[in-house]
């Protein structure tokens, strides 16, 4: 059984990450704590369903047009919402607020047009057995959430650090101000962040969707729960911290269930939670400092 | 007019107690903001004011004031206890800290079903709480408010909201103002979590949670925080929202949520801005000449 | 001079005249006032997919009755409030119909959390409330007004169980249900309880939140205990899933369900993995009486899709209300009109979707008499392929 569950904790760690990886980008870039990005995911996996259904794409194509459709989602909350507000400089709950307006205004109104009823991805879009491998159960989605997931990490982590453009939006991180007056685009750049930020929201609504067979107008929500413990945990705005905290996060659940109960599992994960912000608040695994206003 | 007054009440009752509740805890937000913290835990000590106080009641037999007493005392120990870690966070962490302690409240509630019903509940709670019973902890609450605003603890709040460090420089016990903001708030979000149990028969631990907190939040931000009546405006938004925008039908939370984005974006130190007003009645004066 | 004057006309004119007036005159003023039910229920929110399918059932029946004439020959005119699966909502709800839309009787609401709040307002304006999706504890002990039809799970979870090991020889079951929904918590209290009564032992007990999109954990380790089968509380949107990656990880028992898995959509939710699911409900699709052949071709011409157990129930339910409402002659004191309603409800027996169906009086909580809960046989069924079969 062992196993088993260590496999399980992987997929369902990344699963976290893959969430989280979006929202702690806004965080760490443009210094919000974006609560729309729950209804951003939902919206990329109810994108890829109609992709599906309506215009009969294939999933890779689905997923490419919930990741636009979600980016360009992300992007109008950048410019219509975030940025006039960024202007005047208002304090950091004012756009928290208006981003949980913005969600719940989202997840009614995808309620009044495809109704409140649970919805699946057609079985056909993906294969649903599952392989034996060395004695675990293991499925092909599985396989390629963990893949994509390690990969978007790799890709992230090496455009920060080894890019001018890492470097730019790093500085924008350590204080936006400074960025300015260094000539960066800071912008343009919060454009971009946005953009790609909500549409890995998007993919991972698809992912997860796929995985679970549920897709439902408020299905962000629990995720945007375990979202904020993940960055918590792992260092608000920090990628790799994310990542890691995810995994973290993943095989806490997974071994609480196994081995303590399962009506422990959420008691444990919050506890680490709790723990981790009093002993060390910069996260687990964070190495981003505090922004500097 | 009697006939309509009466036949108002008895439709209108429930809202407008529960804009009372509301305010109250709107106003215990405010308590710990004008102290230059985002606490994001009075949706769970409003709970755990419901909790004690209606266990108390229903199983214990206790009359009101002495359970209002116990409702009051317990969320603001529990505060004193968590607060002594959690207030030397600062900001978002501190915000995000409260807000998963609010969860942890949750999933104790779940817990300890022998005592707290667990996911069903507590039902068959005794209707306790008159129309006075509100008016009178929110006038209460508002003088004290306004009492202590104008306090020598009140321009600490007023201090360390600015700059905690320099407050701290000055000589002023920063940690001590602090948790005296977090208790005070604490104890004034479990008053309002006493009357509305009492209120309203039943209550369950999905009430007390992130939705909770969210709503309550968002009353006192979108009322604004430069006066004491901000709150309660913005308490009296919200509450009366859904009951105006019920010709919205199916379409009434997308209206509710794009009237948060709009205020906010519009009218961003909330409705009630002291400023904003008498610059339109500056406005209107010039227009009437 | 001659003037002429109706009392110069022919006999016969005369009568027919007269005839002819009165019958005019009766027939407006039977058809002018048309009797008002409320009707509170989720219609947004979390709860909206049952409280839509209820008010769909509600409207459906109403519209064949008043097709058929009406109630004695006034139409009855649905007042629906949305009460958004908040208690709040369906505490105003009711006010609102109540005391200013002065309906004469209520339906709903859908949660058996707002009902807890909501029915004792009914109960205390003497107002009947008729509830067709609360099942919980708590409800109709709060007083002779307060109606339901829909059977609680204590009443069902143990036939199902029953049903299911005796047919599937069952000796040993690990259960698994959500420990944060009112709902499928208290389904897990009527199993554990019916699981002592009969005796079943259980190999080891797991939980899982609202929510939830991965099960993994929890099933590799009811796998590990080699259960007959497994016990499941949980609403359709976990519990699809819970049986896709029960069949993923190779655990291939039966699945015995509670209310919320009684639905046609597992077999599009689950698919590939829904054999093997036992539930028992007082309504199925399969159930191929008259009655429910009639509502389902009925309902699904109507809606484009399928009803549920939520609408079966609350068709069934208008009905009813309707059969009590022939006998009341209304006086236009809607006090009194709405005592006479609670008066003629308890004696009710009808047939409909859901079979045959009659009330039974419940008890408060010192064991005195007090509010009408459903007394109705259920039916066990077991998925196979793209259906439900009912298992005798």
Same mark, same amino acid.
């Given at each position: 059984?062992?196993?088993?569950?260590?496999?399980?904790?992987? @997929?369902?760690?990344?699963?976290?990450?893959?969430?989280?990886?979006?929202?702690?980008?806004?965080?760490?870039?443009?210094?919000?704590?974006?609560?729309?990005?729950?209804?951003?995911?939902m919206?990329?996996?109810?994108?890829?369903?109609?992709?599906?259904n309506q215009?009969?794409?294939?999933?890779?194509?689905?997923?490419?047009? $919930?990741?636009?459709?979600?980016? !360009?989602?992300?992007?109008?909350?950048?410019?219509?919402?975030?940025k006039?507000?960024?202007?005047?400089d208002a304090?950091?709950?004012?756009?928290?607020?208006?981003?949980?307006?913005?969600?719940?205004?989202?997840?009614?109104?995808?309620?009044?047009?495809?109704?409140?009823?649970?919805?699946?991805?057609?079985?056909? %879009?993906?294969?649903q057995?599952?392989?034996?491998?060395?004695?675990i /159960?293991?499925?092909?989605?599985?396989?390629?959430?963990?893949?994509?997931?390690f990969?978007?990490?790799?890709?992230?982590?090496?455009?920060?650090?080894?890019?001018?453009?890492?470097?730019?939006?790093?500085?924008?991180?350590?204080?936006?101000?400074?960025?300015?007056?260094?000539?960066?685009? %800071?912008?343009?750049?919060?454009?971009?962040?946005s953009?790609? $930020?909500?549409?890995l929201?998007?993919?991972?609504?698809?992912?997860?969707?796929?995985? @679970?067979?549920?897709?439902?107008?408020?299905?962000?929500?629990?995720?945007?729960?375990k979202?904020?413990?993940?960055?918590?945990?792992?260092?608000m705005?920090?990628?790799?911290?994310?990542?890691?905290?995810?995994?973290?996060?993943?095989?806490?659940?997974?071994?609480?269930? $196994?081995?303590i109960? /399962?009506?422990?599992?959420? $008691?444990?994960?919050?506890?680490? !939670?709790?723990?981790?912000?009093?002993?060390?608040?910069?996260? !687990?695994?964070?190495?981003?400092?505090?922004?500097?206003? | 007019?009697?006939?309509?007054?009466?036949? *108002?009440?008895?439709?209108?009752?429930?809202?407008?107690?529960?804009?009372?509740?509301?305010?109250?805890?709107?106003?215990?937000?405010?308590?710990?903001?004008?102290?230059?913290?985002?606490a994001? =835990?009075?949706?769970?000590?409003?709970?755990?004011? =419901?909790?004690?106080?209606?266990?108390?009641?229903?199983?214990?037999?206790?009359?009101?004031?002495?359970?209002?007493?116990?409702?009051?005392?317990?969320?603001?120990?529990?505060?004193?206890?968590?607060?002594?870690?959690t207030?030397?966070?600062?900001?978002?962490?501190?915000?995000?800290?409260?807000?998963? *302690?609010?969860?942890?409240?949750?999933?104790?509630?779940? &817990?300890?079903?022998?005592?707290?019903?667990?996911?069903?509940?507590?039902?068959g709670?005794? +209707?306790?709480? +008159?129309?006075?019973?509100?008016?009178?902890?929110?006038?209460?609450?508002?003088?004290?408010?306004?009492r202590?605003?104008?306090?020598?603890?009140?321009?600490?709040?007023?201090?360390?909201?600015?700059?905690?460090?320099?407050?701290?420089?000055?000589?002023?016990?920063v940690?001590?103002?602090k948790?005296?903001?977090?208790?005070?708030?604490?104890?004034?979000?479990?008053?309002?979590?006493?009357?509305?149990?009492h209120l309203?028969?039943?209550?369950?631990? +999905?009430e007390?949670?992130?939705?909770?907190?969210?709503?309550?939040?968002?009353?006192?931000i979108?009322?604004?925080?430069?006066?004491?009546?901000?709150?309660?405006?913005?308490?009296?938004?919200?509450?009366?929202?859904?009951?105006?925008l019920?010709?919205?039908?199916?379409? &009434?939370?997308?209206?509710?949520?794009?009237?948060?984005?709009?205020?906010?974006? *519009?009218?961003?130190?909330?409705l009630?801005?002291?400023?904003?007003? &008498?610059?339109?009645a500056?406005?209107?004066?010039?227009?009437?000449? | 001079?001659?003037?002429?004057q109706?009392?110069?006309?022919?006999?016969?004119?005369?009568?027919?005249?007269?005839?002819?007036?009165?019958?005019?005159?009766?027939?407006?003023?039977?058809?002018?006032?048309?009797?008002?039910?409320?009707?509170?229920?989720?219609?947004?929110? #979390?709860?909206?997919?049952?409280?839509?399918s209820?008010?769909?059932?509600?409207?459906?029946?109403?519209?064949?009755?008043?097709?058929? #004439?009406?109630?004695?020959?006034?139409?009855?005119?649905?007042?629906?409030?949305?009460?958004? #699966?908040?208690?709040?909502?369906?505490?105003?709800?009711?006010?609102?119909?109540?005391?200013?839309d002065?309906?004469?009787?209520?339906?709903?609401?859908?949660?058996?959390?707002?009902?807890?709040?909501a029915?004792?307002?009914?109960?205390?304006?003497?107002?009947?409330?008729?509830?067709?999706?609360?099942?919980?504890?708590?409800?109709?002990?709060?007083?002779?007004?307060?109606?339901?039809?829909?059977?609680?799970?204590?009443?069902?979870?143990?036939v199902?169980?029953?049903?299911?090991?005796?047919?599937?020889?069952?000796?040993?079951?690990?259960?698994?249900?959500?420990?944060?929904?009112?709902?499928?918590?208290?389904?897990?209290?009527?199993?554990?309880?019916?699981l002592?009564?009969?005796?079943?032992?259980?190999?080891t007990?797991?939980?899982?939140a609202?929510?939830?999109?991965?099960?993994?954990?929890?099933?590799t380790?009811?796998?590990?205990?080699?259960?007959?089968?497994?016990?499941?509380?949980?609403?359709?949107?976990?519990?699809?899933?819970?049986?896709?990656?029960?069949?993923q990880l190779?655990?291939?028992?039966?699945?015995?369900?509670?209310?919320?898995?009684?639905?046609?959509?597992?077999f599009?939710?689950?698919?590939?993995?829904?054999?093997?699911?036992?539930?028992?409900?007082?309504?199925?699709?399969?159930?191929?009486?008259?009655?429910?052949?009639?509502?389902?071709?009925?309902?699904?011409?109507?809606?484009?899709?399928?009803?549920?157990q939520?609408?079966?129930?609350?068709?069934?339910?208008?009905?009813?209300?309707?059969?009590?409402?022939?006998?009341?002659?209304?006086?236009?004191?809607?006090?009194?009109?709405?005592?006479?309603?609670?008066?003629?409800?308890?004696?009710?027996?009808?047939?409909?979707?859901?079979?045959?169906?009659?009330?039974?009086?419940?008890?408060?909580?010192?064991?005195?008499?007090?509010?009408?809960?459903?007394?109705?046989?259920?039916?066990?069924?077991?998925?196979?392929?793209k259906?439900?079969?009912?298992?005798?």
């Amino acid at each position: 059984m062992l196993e088993q569950q260590l496999f399980n904790a992987l @997929s369902l760690g990344c699963v976290y990450a893959l969430f989280a990886l979006g929202f702690t980008l806004i965080f760490g870039v443009l210094g919000v704590v974006n609560l729309s990005q729950g209804a951003v995911f939902m919206l990329g996996a109810y994108a890829a369903l109609t992709a599906i259904n309506q215009l009969h794409a294939p999933l890779w194509a689905a997923i490419a047009f $919930a990741f636009a459709f979600s980016g !360009l989602v992300g992007l109008l909350i950048d410019r219509l919402l975030l940025k006039p507000l960024r202007k005047r400089d208002a304090p950091h709950l004012i756009p928290m607020i208006a981003t949980i307006g913005l969600g719940l205004a989202m997840n009614s109104l995808v309620q009044g047009l495809f109704g409140a009823e649970n919805q699946r991805f057609p079985s056909e %879009v993906l294969p649903q057995d599952s392989l034996q491998i060395a004695g675990i /159960s293991v499925t092909v989605l599985e396989l390629g959430i963990i893949l994509v997931s390690f990969v978007l990490m790799t890709v992230l982590m090496l455009t920060l650090n080894r890019t001018q453009l890492g470097r730019a939006l790093r500085a924008i991180a350590e204080s936006p101000k400074a960025a300015r007056l260094l000539g960066i685009n %800071v912008d343009g750049l919060f454009m971009l962040t946005s953009f790609v $930020a909500a549409g890995l929201g998007g993919i991972a609504g698809v992912l997860i969707g796929l995985y @679970s067979n549920a897709l439902f107008p408020l299905m962000g929500q629990p995720m945007l729960h375990k979202g904020i413990a993940v960055i918590i945990l792992g260092g608000m705005g920090d990628i790799r911290g994310a990542m890691l905290a995810g995994l973290f996060l993943g095989f806490a659940e997974v071994l609480s269930v $196994a081995y303590i109960g /399962s009506d422990m599992r959420d $008691a444990v994960a919050f506890g680490l !939670l709790f723990l981790v912000l009093l002993v060390r608040p910069k996260g !687990l695994f964070g190495t981003v400092q505090e922004r500097k206003v | 007019m009697i006939e309509f007054l009466d036949n *108002f009440w008895s439709v209108y009752s429930n809202l407008v107690l529960s804009l009372g509740t509301n305010a109250l805890l709107a106003l215990s937000i405010y308590l710990t903001l004008s102290c230059g913290m985002l606490a994001m =835990a009075n949706a769970a000590f409003m709970g755990i004011g =419901a909790y004690t106080s209606s266990i108390l009641t229903m199983n214990y037999g206790w009359p009101f004031p002495l359970a209002i007493a116990a409702g009051m005392a317990a969320p603001a120990l529990v505060a004193f206890i968590i607060g002594r870690p959690t207030l030397r966070l600062s900001g978002v962490y501190l915000a995000m800290a409260t807000l998963a *302690f609010g969860e942890v409240v949750r999933l104790c509630i779940l &817990r300890a079903e022998g005592l707290t019903g667990g996911a069903l509940g507590l039902n068959g709670i005794p +209707q306790l709480t +008159q129309w006075w019973h509100v008016l009178l902890a929110v006038v209460l609450v508002l003088f004290l408010l306004a009492r202590l605003r104008r306090s020598k603890i009140g321009r600490a709040f007023e201090a360390i909201k600015e700059d905690e460090t320099a407050a701290g420089l000055m000589g002023i016990d920063v940690n001590g103002h602090k948790m005296l903001a977090f208790a005070l708030g604490a104890a004034i979000a479990g008053l309002g979590g006493v009357l509305n149990a009492h209120l309203t028969f039943f209550i369950g631990p +999905q009430e007390f949670g992130f939705d909770r907190g969210v709503e309550i939040l968002t009353m006192t931000i979108l009322g604004g925080i430069n006066s004491l009546f901000g709150p309660v405006i913005g308490a009296a938004i919200i509450t009366l929202l859904p009951e105006l925008l019920r010709s919205f039908k199916d379409y &009434r939370a997308v209206a509710n949520g794009l009237i948060l984005v709009l205020i906010v974006l *519009f009218l961003p130190k909330g409705l009630w801005n002291p400023a904003w007003m &008498r610059k339109v009645a500056g406005l209107a004066k010039r227009g009437a000449k | 001079m001659e003037t002429k004057q109706v009392t110069d006309l022919p006999r016969f004119a005369r009568i027919s005249a007269i005839a002819l007036a009165a019958a005019v005159s009766l027939g407006t003023a039977q058809a002018a006032e048309p009797i008002k039910i409320g009707v509170a229920e989720a219609l947004s929110g #979390g709860a909206a997919q049952y409280g839509i399918s209820i008010r769909n059932g509600f409207q459906m029946a109403a519209d064949e009755i008043n097709a058929a #004439g009406g109630v004695n020959g006034s139409k009855i005119e649905l007042v629906i409030e949305d009460e958004q #699966g908040k208690k709040e909502e369906a505490i105003n709800a009711f006010k609102k119909l109540i005391f200013q839309d002065k309906a004469l009787m209520l339906f709903g609401p859908t949660l058996s959390n707002s009902a807890q709040a909501a029915d004792p307002i009914a109960q205390a304006s003497k107002i009947v409330v008729f509830g067709t999706s609360n099942t919980a504890d708590g409800i109709t002990s709060i007083g002779d007004h307060v109606f339901r039809n829909s059977v609680t799970e204590a009443d069902v979870l143990p036939v199902t169980l029953r049903t299911a090991a005796k047919v599937a020889r069952i000796s040993k079951v690990a259960v698994l249900y959500g420990n944060d929904d009112v709902f499928t918590k208290s389904g897990y209290d009527n199993f554990r309880k019916a699981l002592d009564d009969q005796k079943m032992p259980v190999t080891t007990t797991e939980t899982f939140a609202k929510g939830d999109v991965d099960f993994k954990a929890q099933l590799t380790k009811i796998k590990a205990t080699n259960p007959d089968a497994i016990v499941l509380s949980a609403l359709l949107a976990e519990g699809a899933p819970i049986m896709v990656q029960a069949r993923q990880l190779g655990l291939n028992v039966p699945f015995i369900g509670g209310n919320g898995m009684n639905s046609v959509k597992v077999f599009d939710l689950a698919k590939g993995a829904s054999d093997g699911l036992w539930v028992g409900s007082p309504w199925s699709i399969e159930n191929r009486t008259p009655q429910n052949t009639s509502f389902i071709i009925a309902y699904t011409k109507k809606y484009s899709s399928p009803p549920d157990q939520f609408a079966a129930q609350a068709y069934d339910a208008m009905h009813i209300a309707t059969e009590a409402l022939k006998k009341v002659r209304l006086s236009g004191d809607l006090a009194k009109d709405r005592e006479a309603v609670q008066a003629a409800l308890p004696a009710v027996k009808w047939t409909g979707a859901t079979g045959p169906f009659a009330f039974r009086r419940a008890t408060d909580k010192a064991g005195k008499p007090a509010g009408y809960d459903a007394n109705q046989v259920p039916i066990v069924s077991t998925t196979r392929g793209k259906n439900y079969e009912i298992e005798k």
